[in-house]
């Protein structure tokens, strides 16, 4: 990874702490799903987690927090351009300690999908296949 891209990891992730830790009492881990299938599409996905529960983040009510977001998202899939390849998603995950890591997925465009449609939890899918957070 190259210093402009880590530059960017780290404003998304103060980004993210910063506003989860204004808007959302309570919170002890939230998951940012950024896709990008194309360069002319992009998308966001949130969802946290409290003692009571998962819950989603509201693209619509949160409009500033995710503008963010898709902001720094697309800033970090330019840096991260290699030959004209860029990530389809990634998925930053934080918690309440200020411990975040940064995944990528270069193929598959359904990674890591946050939903509770059809009795999904709100998780990303696969998180457990993931490294944890410290």
């Known amino acids: 990874m190259n210093d402009h891209a880590t530059e960017l990891v780290i404003a998304l992730a103060k980004h993210v702490i910063g506003q ?9 881990e939230v998951y940012i799903r950024f ?6 599409q992009h998308g966001v996905r949130a969802s946290y987690a409290t ?9 619509t009510q949160h409009r ?3 503008d963010g977001i898709m902001r720094i998202g697309t800033q970090l899939r330019d840096a991260l351009s290699n030959n ?7 998925l930053l995950r934080a918690n ?3 411990s975040y890591r940064m995944d990528y997925e270069w193929d598959d465009p359904t990674k890591w999908n946050i939903t ?6 709100g998780f990303p ?3 457990d296949a993931l490294a944890p957070l410290d």
Do not use: E, H
């Open 20 to 28: 989860m830790q204004i808007t959302f009492s309570g919170w002890s």
């Open 35 to 40: 896709d990008a299938p194309s360069d002319f």
């Open 51 to 59: 003692t009571s529960g998962v819950q989603l983040i509201s693209t």
């Open 64 to 66: 500033d927090f995710i």
């Open 84 to 90: 004209g390849r860029k990530f389809c998603v990634g």
């Open 96 to 98: 309440s300690r200020f």
């Open 116 to 121: 509770k449609l059809n009795g999904a939890s």
């Open 125 to 127: 899918d696969g998180l």
